[in-house]
């Protein structure tokens, strides 16, 4: 398969994977392009073990990782400068937020799960990226996630609980 | 009664990102992509430069060596010859 081919085939799929994770459009265009450079290099070392989609899946949730990690990194170092309480809490707060895919009605809601979902770990977050946003079935994103299905749904589990802990905790603070 | 308000809250803020609409990928993201392949390949080095480099740094760190064992002999040398000097003048005054 050419790499033209593959990049007409899943560029809205690597596009919007990075956009759930960066709800930002120049920074999921940024990973978009860092994948399929990625892509370019590794595809002749491609071995079928896996699909080519959760290869390309795991290829963008690692960049997207890894550009989010870098991202912090910086404004943690700027923010350090005027450290205050609510520091961690403006760490995760998506202040550049553009998501297109987001209607206007339901961007306040949205914003704040995400600012949420922002701060649970890694592995969590990229469970309910995969089940709840793009969709996929359980077994898919254990898949992608090289995982077994109980592991996924674990996962998911706790990542609700974090997520209902934050939120409940937001509503004491707002009280 | 709390718990259960709490839960509603919960599925009922997961279900709005279920609502979240797929979207197209920027038109000229194919074109960038290629730019960012030629650069790179622009600033890749061909494995036969890196070898004669490597070489050329193997060659002079060897001279070097050559060097230095060449000097420390000479200077053991001097050494050697000041220090029969040394026991001759013992022995003088023995």
């Known amino acids: 398969m050419s790499f033209e081919l593959i990049f007409y085939q899943y560029q809205k799929m690597v596009y919007n994977l990075a956009l759930q994770y960066t709800q930002n459009t120049e920074d999921a265009e940024e990973i978009a392009q860092d994948v399929f450079v990625k892509i370019s290099q590794k595809l002749d070392g491609f071995k079928n073990e896996s699909s080519l989609k959760t290869w390309i899946y795991r290829i963008t949730i690692n960049t997207s990782l890894d550009f989010l990690k870098s991202k912090n990194s910086k404004k943690r170092f700027f923010f350090g400068l005027f450290r205050d309480s609510d520091h961690e809490n403006r760490q995760n707060e998506p202040i550049d937020f553009n998501h297109p895919g987001v209607v206007l009605e339901q961007k306040e809601e949205v914003m704040k799960i995400f600012s949420f979902i922002n701060m649970l770990p890694n592995d969590q977050k990229t469970a309910v990226i995969l089940l709840k946003i793009e969709g996929n079935s359980q077994q898919e994103t254990a898949e992608i996630m090289n995982l077994s299905q109980k592991a996924v749904e674990s996962l998911f589990q706790r990542a609700k609980k974090n997520l209902l802990q934050k939120l409940n905790q937001q509503k004491e603070y707002e009280r | ?94």
Not at chain 2, 25 to 48: H, N, R, T
């Open chain 2, 1 to 94: 009664m709390k718990d259960k308000s709490s839960k509603y809250v919960m599925e009922d803020q997961l279900q709005i990102l279920e609502n979240i609409k797929k979207v197209e990928a920027p038109s000229e993201l194919y074109a960038q992509i290629l730019g960012k392949i030629g650069d790179q390949k622009k600033d890749f080095v061909s494995s036969k430069w890196i070898l004669t480099a490597a070489a050329a740094i193997l060659i002079l760190i060897s001279f070097n060596i050559k060097l230095i064992e060449n000097t420390e002999d000479s200077s053991k040398s001097d050494f050697g010859t000041l220090f029969m000097v040394k026991s001759q003048n013992t022995f003088s005054y023995e």
